[in-house]
């Protein structure tokens, strides 16, 4: 049984109003199910901003202390602190600190485990829906505790870049044993795109890599023996287990935040006058080239979850709108690319900009390896006649090597899911 509509909406920060604005329809059983627009949106116009389901920060992520608000991965290092850190420079200061917008004098942490919130909010919300099922009290930093166990496998099996994670599903199940009404959150999770068998093993078994195949009895039966719960017994099967990765792997969507960013944009927006704006701009060059030496592209707290009605949003390969974090959380803006008129598709892309510049036959490859699709785009049809041959950028970083699979060519290119 699917979600109702309703529902959909339901995480919206503007509920009442979103439905005014966009609806999900059904389009066919090969593409499912679709967003879009009731009325014209305008270029640069925010569609709707919406909090996610479940949510959970990236566990090597986690690891290598980039520190996130538990609940809604808002990062909680200062701006400062973050520049530090990946800068690799201790004494380092930044001008204009009051552009940071972190406030550590309001974080809390949980009083049993100490897991970190950035406010008595979040804290408050993450103990009503999952975290009082999931707290490890004196246990948090026990490596023989069943929840560590299933983290440390899962850090074993899926490296950075990460694309999701096995605490997505914990806290699935989680919300579920604390639910009052069990039925209605399992039936919102009943709404996320589902998949044939065969395509929740092939998920799944991307998710880990092939080289890990073999793994996935492991996981399940850590997460088993760390998680089990009668009302979702199905999740715990070999099948149902399966499929809760392929939920995961399908609709989860990335989410990035950074305080050091956020500085960084409130930076750009100063009125200064052209000698300061200039001195400003070149420190703050300075800064990410020193930070690009030390740290390289991981700059962000990052973490994955799911969204009711962005889940709606199909891949174009020109897409109308994109999705962003611009509030330093887990809040997701989808924002219009271009005009779209009433009664269209509106359409995120899969794929990062690079991807997106690449051949038909590249771009429809990663798609097929990631996603388990082939896409029909316009810009895809329009280039049906090309040959099936990857981009002249793509054979002078390597392309496909003679006797090499696609497959294996995909191997290290996996996008966020």
Same mark, same amino acid.
């Not at 986690?62 to 520049?83: M, P, V």
């Not at 420079?89 to 600190?97: A, C, E, M, R, T």
């Not at 509030?327 to 509106?346: K, R, V």
């Not at 895809?380 to 060519?409: K, N, P």
């Given at each position: 049984?699917?979600?109702?509509?309703?529902?959909?909406?339901?995480?919206?920060?503007?509920?009442? %109003?979103?439905?005014?604005?966009? /609806?999900?329809?059904?389009?066919?059983?090969?593409?499912?199910?679709? @967003?879009?627009?009731?009325?014209?949106? +305008?270029?640069?116009?925010?569609?709707?901003?919406?909090?996610?389901?479940?949510?959970?920060?990236?566990?090597?992520?986690?690891?290598?202390?980039?520190?996130?608000?538990?609940?809604?991965?808002?990062?909680?290092?200062?701006?400062? /602190?973050?520049?530090?850190?990946?800068?690799?420079?201790?004494?380092?200061?930044?001008?204009?600190?009051?552009?940071?917008?972190?406030?550590?004098?309001?974080?809390?942490?949980?009083?049993?485990?100490?897991?970190?919130?950035?406010?008595?909010?979040?804290?408050? =919300?993450?103990?009503?829906?999952?975290?009082?099922? @999931?707290?490890?009290?004196?246990?948090?930093?026990?490596?023989?505790?069943?929840?560590?166990?299933?983290?440390?496998?899962?850090?074993?099996?899926?490296?950075?870049?990460?694309?999701?994670?096995?605490?997505?599903?914990?806290?699935?199940?989680?919300?579920?044993?604390?639910? +009052?009404? +069990?039925?209605?959150?399992?039936?919102?999770?009943?709404?996320?795109?589902?998949?044939?068998?065969?395509?929740?093993?092939?998920?799944?078994? %991307?998710?880990?890599?092939?080289?890990?195949?073999?793994?996935?009895?492991?996981?399940?039966?850590?997460?088993?023996?760390?998680?089990?719960?009668?009302?979702?017994?199905?999740?715990?099967?070999?099948?149902?287990?399966?499929?809760?990765?392929? @939920?995961?792997?399908?609709?989860?969507?990335?989410?990035?935040?950074?305080?050091?960013?956020?500085?960084?944009?409130?930076?750009?927006?100063?009125?200064?006058? =052209?000698?300061?704006?200039?001195?400003?701009?070149?420190?703050?060059?300075?800064?990410?080239?020193?930070?690009?030496?030390?740290?390289?592209?991981?700059?962000?707290?990052?973490?994955?979850?799911?969204?009711?009605?962005?889940?709606?949003?199909?891949?174009?390969?020109?897409?109308?709108?994109?999705?962003?974090?611009?509030?330093?959380?887990?809040?997701?803006?989808?924002?219009?690319?271009?005009?779209?008129?009433?009664?269209?598709?509106?359409?995120?892309?899969?794929?990062?900009?690079?991807?997106?510049?690449?051949?038909?036959?590249?771009?429809?490859?990663?798609?097929?390896?990631?996603?388990?699709?082939?896409?029909?785009?316009?810009?895809?049809?329009?280039?049906?006649?090309?040959?099936?041959?990857?981009? /002249?950028?793509?054979?002078?970083?390597?392309?496909?090597?003679?006797?090499?699979?696609?497959?294996? /060519?995909?191997?290290?290119?996996?996008?966020?899911?």
């Amino acid at each position: 049984m699917a979600a109702p509509v309703d529902d959909m909406f339901s995480f919206c920060v503007d509920p009442g %109003k979103v439905p005014s604005c966009v /609806e999900v329809r059904f389009i066919d059983n090969v593409k499912g199910k679709g @967003l879009f627009a009731k009325r014209s949106i +305008k270029k640069g116009e925010t569609i709707f901003i919406e909090r996610p389901l479940i949510s959970a920060q990236f566990l090597w992520n986690d690891l290598y202390k980039y520190k996130a608000c538990e609940y809604c991965l808002r990062a909680l290092e200062t701006a400062e /602190e973050n520049a530090r850190r990946l800068s690799g420079i201790p004494g380092l200061s930044l001008p204009h600190p009051e552009l940071c917008r972190v406030r550590p004098e309001q974080h809390q942490a949980c009083p049993h485990c100490q897991v970190m919130y950035c406010s008595n909010e979040c804290r408050q =919300a993450a103990a009503d829906q999952y975290h009082r099922a @999931l707290c490890l009290g004196p246990s948090q930093e026990d490596p023989d505790h069943s929840i560590n166990k299933l983290k440390d496998a899962w850090r074993s099996v899926h490296y950075p870049p990460e694309t999701s994670s096995i605490m997505l599903m914990a806290k699935m199940v989680a919300m579920v044993k604390q639910a +009052k009404d +069990k039925d209605h959150v399992q039936k919102l999770f009943t709404h996320f795109c589902s998949r044939t068998t065969n395509e929740e093993e092939e998920i799944a078994h %991307k998710l880990l890599g092939e080289q890990f195949r073999g793994q996935l009895a492991l996981l399940h039966n850590l997460f088993t023996q760390a998680l089990y719960d009668d009302h979702v017994s199905r999740w715990f099967v070999p099948e149902g287990f399966c499929s809760l990765f392929a @939920l995961v792997g399908t609709n989860g969507q990335g989410i990035g935040t950074s305080s050091l960013s956020q500085w960084v944009h409130a930076c750009d927006v100063l009125e200064l006058p =052209a000698q300061q704006r200039e001195h400003l701009d070149s420190f703050i060059d300075q800064l990410y080239k020193d930070i690009e030496k030390e740290t390289g592209d991981f700059l962000n707290s990052e973490g994955s979850g799911l969204f009711l009605l962005q889940s709606s949003c199909n891949h174009s390969c020109i897409p109308n709108a994109e999705v962003s974090f611009p509030d330093n959380n887990f809040l997701l803006h989808l924002g219009a690319l271009s005009d779209i008129s009433q009664g269209e598709e509106i359409c995120i892309s899969y794929l990062d900009c690079c991807q997106r510049e690449r051949s038909r036959h590249s771009r429809h490859k990663i798609l097929r390896e990631n996603y388990l699709f082939v896409c029909s785009c316009p810009k895809c049809v329009s280039q049906m006649d090309e040959l099936d041959v990857t981009s /002249e950028e793509e054979e002078e970083e390597g392309g496909v090597a003679e006797g090499e699979t696609e497959g294996d /060519e995909m191997e290290d290119e996996m996008t966020d899911v």
